[in-house]
């Protein structure tokens, strides 16, 4: 292997220059800077030391007889290892025309003759160190992209691979006319069981279930297993599996070309009796019995969305059925569903009704320990049924439209609630509000929100907009317009749940963004190697972006102590506060929580 990225090792540069002289120059120069040199004398020759020597830097000559400069840099180009290699080409002093044509061959960088020999090695140093940093940041960008289709802790594919997976599944089957089935797979009581050994081990329970699924799915020999890399050989398969964790202990199972309803059953008793095994961790031995849901195509369903939303439902009959079996979906099963359509009525009369409440959670400036702004946060207090968390009734809202309306109220809520601080003489911190991915896609957003500070007399810059990656990075390119407008009216930006998704660089780039929001799972991952990885990783990319970056889900002193060592700038979660009602915010806003750092930097 090369020492290419490494970034304590001798840096190796590959000298190509038809003149003995420059050569020998060159060498004691660079020499003299503690690197490595070699040498080529003509093109050819540089091609092929360039693919035996793998050097971290070429210095091309561009006029040489025989094969030119700019020829042996094209070339060079082309190479799969010759990419991302800087290469300094060197040219006669007015020769502006080599110069353009150099950087069209790939050039990154050139000099003009007579060489300035004493500034050439800091030069070097220089293209070496920008170089490094590129690839750095090229690796988190392929390790985002990793996080973003599979879960790092069982390696299968994660929910989204699992989405695109199934869209291609369907239309494939569609095409050849054949079925498939989707098998929905709950662990039962794994939350109790996971409490009570301990999330450690609850993790390697998962890992051990992933694996038993992937073995057993795999032995079978009419089913092959696809991975992402060889996709295009899908057209060939008969018969394939498709694994995913969808999150928590939810996993799914896509068998496709099914030939009868025996084949599926077959497979899910197999998997109920694998999965119910003991699994040895430890001191324990637990028994998780997985509840199965099953939704075939094109019976069930004929898209995604549908086929998924019976194989759930079927899940959740195996369950309510005594657990630890399979259910095939049936019309009946339809109960939850007419649930949903209640929630939905219930949540119209609820906004009328104001059964809805906002409360706020602190956002904390690492440095001075000072509560700076406030997350507003809804909360459905039902007539009958109690509290009903966000994450129940904003996806029925949003699939309804409701969130349009829910939106506007939590606006105007906010608002009311700042005008009641102000009152107070409150000092005037930020405050940041959820909008969801419908109303962030919304045709006249921009103008509600400019009509909406210009009523509520809120200064924008109290303001800011938590959207998530999901939601900007989908039609990223007409998002960049609609961005900058929001941006526009002085109001601040962050990416919620950043990492969840695959954003790509030269997006996030462009995006006139103030802050990414580390999504919780990462924080909560912490305690494990993949955890610290990626939110070092978006630590890095911040600094690039000049973003500032805040981590949500702050629950011990253990993350606190990461996140400062890391120089996190904000930080919200339990560890500080819960969300407070309204009336608690002027208290909250005299806390300062430096004693918690101190003590979190102390700590063992
Ligand atoms: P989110 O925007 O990612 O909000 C953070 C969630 O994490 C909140 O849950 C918050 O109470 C919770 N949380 C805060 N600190 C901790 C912690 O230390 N540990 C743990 N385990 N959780 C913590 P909540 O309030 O239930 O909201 C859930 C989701 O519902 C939100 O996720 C957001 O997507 C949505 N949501 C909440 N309020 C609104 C809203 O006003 N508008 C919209 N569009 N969506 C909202
Ligand atoms: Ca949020
Ligand atoms: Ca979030």
């Not at 050039?107 to 750095?136: C, E, I």
């Not at 069982?154 to 079925?179: A, G, V």
């Not at 009570?196 to 038993?212: F, N």
């Not at 004929?302 to 309510?320: G, Q, S, W």
């Amino acid at each position: 292997m090369s020492s290419r990225g490494d970034i304590g090792s001798q840096p190796k540069i590959l000298v190509c220059d038809d003149d003995a002289n420059v050569r020998m120059l060159t060498r004691q120069c660079l020499e003299a800077e503690n690197m490595i040199v070699v040498e080529a004398a003509s093109g050819p020759e540089t091609i092929e030391q360039f693919i035996k020597e793998r050097p971290d830097l070429l210095f091309l000559d561009v006029e040489m007889p025989g094969m030119s400069g700019l020829e042996v840099c094209q070339h060079i180009r082309g190479l799969p290892q010759g990419e991302a290699t800087p290469i300094m080409i060197v040219t006669g002093s007015d020769d502006r025309e080599s110069i353009d044509k150099g950087f069209s061959a790939g050039a990154t960088q050139y000099k003009t003759k007579p060489v300035n020999w004493s500034l050439l090695g800091r030069d070097v140093q220089y293209m070496l160190r920008a170089s490094n940093a590129f690839n750095a940041l090229k690796r988190q960008e392929d390790r985002l992209r990793y996080l973003a289709y599979f879960d790092p802790l069982t390696n299968l594919p994660n929910r989204r691979s699992f989405n695109e997976q199934l869209t291609r599944i369907l239309k494939r089957s569609r095409r050849h006319d054949s079925s498939a089935a989707l098998l929905f797979i709950d662990l039962d009581n794994f939350k109790r069981i996971n409490d009570s050994i301990g999330h450690g081990r609850g993790d390697k329970l998962l890992v051990e279930i992933a694996r038993r699924l992937t073995l057993e799915l795999r032995e079978d020999d009419a089913i092959s297993y696809i991975t992402h890399d060889d996709m295009q050989d899908e057209e060939e398969h008969d018969g394939s599996t498709e694994i995913a964790r969808l999150g928590g202990d939810e996993f799914t199972v896509v068998l496709s070309d099914i030939n009868d309803l025996s084949d599926v059953e077959r497979v899910a008793k197999r998997l109920l009796v694998k999965l119910s095994q003991p699994i040895a961790l430890q001191s324990h031995n637990p028994v998780v019995t997985p509840s199965i849901g099953i939704a075939l195509y094109p019976n069930d369903g004929e898209d995604p969305d549908t086929l998924i939303r019976n194989a759930d439902t079927a899940m959740y009959a195996a369950k309510a059925e005594g657990r630890a079996c399979y259910r095939f979906y049936n019309e009946e099963m339809n109960a939850k569903a007419v649930e949903h359509l209640k929630l939905e009525e219930e949540l119209r009369e609820a906004i009328a009704d104001n059964q809805l409440e906002l409360r706020y959670q602190p956002q904390v400036d690492a440095k001075t320990g000072a509560v700076v702004s406030m997350e507003a946060l809804v909360r459905w207090k039902h007539p009958v049924r109690g509290m009903i968390p966000p994450s129940e009734f904003i996806p029925v809202a949003e699939r309804t439209g409701l969130i349009v309306e829910l939106g506007e109220w939590i606006l105007n809520e906010a608002a009311r609630h700042c005008h009641f601080w102000d009152e107070r003489g409150l000092p005037q911190f930020r405050i940041c509000l959820n909008l969801s991915p419908l109303q962030f896609n919304e045709p006249n957003l921009t103008q509600k929100v400019a009509d909406f500070l210009e009523q509520s007399g809120i200064h924008p810059g109290r303001l800011e907009l938590e959207l998530t990656e999901s939601a900007i990075m989908t039609d990223a390119e007409t998002n960049i317009a609609k961005l900058r407008e929001l941006k526009a009216l002085g109001l601040a930006l962050a990416v919620d749940d950043f990492g969840t998704g695959y954003s790509s660089l030269n997006y996030l780039k462009r995006f006139p963004i103030d802050t990414l929001k580390i999504d919780q799972s990462f924080v909560a991952d912490l305690a494990s190697p993949d955890g610290e990885a990626i939110v070092d990783a978006i630590m890095a990319l911040s600094k690039t972006l000049n973003l500032q970056v805040i981590a949500e889900g702050v629950e011990t002193q253990e993350q606190l102590k990461f996140l400062l060592t890391r120089n996190c700038h904000l930080l919200q979660g339990y560890y500080f506060s819960r969300p407070v009602y309204p009336d608690d915010v002027p208290t909250m806003l005299d806390q300062n929580y430096l004693d918690y750092f101190r003590s979190a930097e102390n700590s063992g």
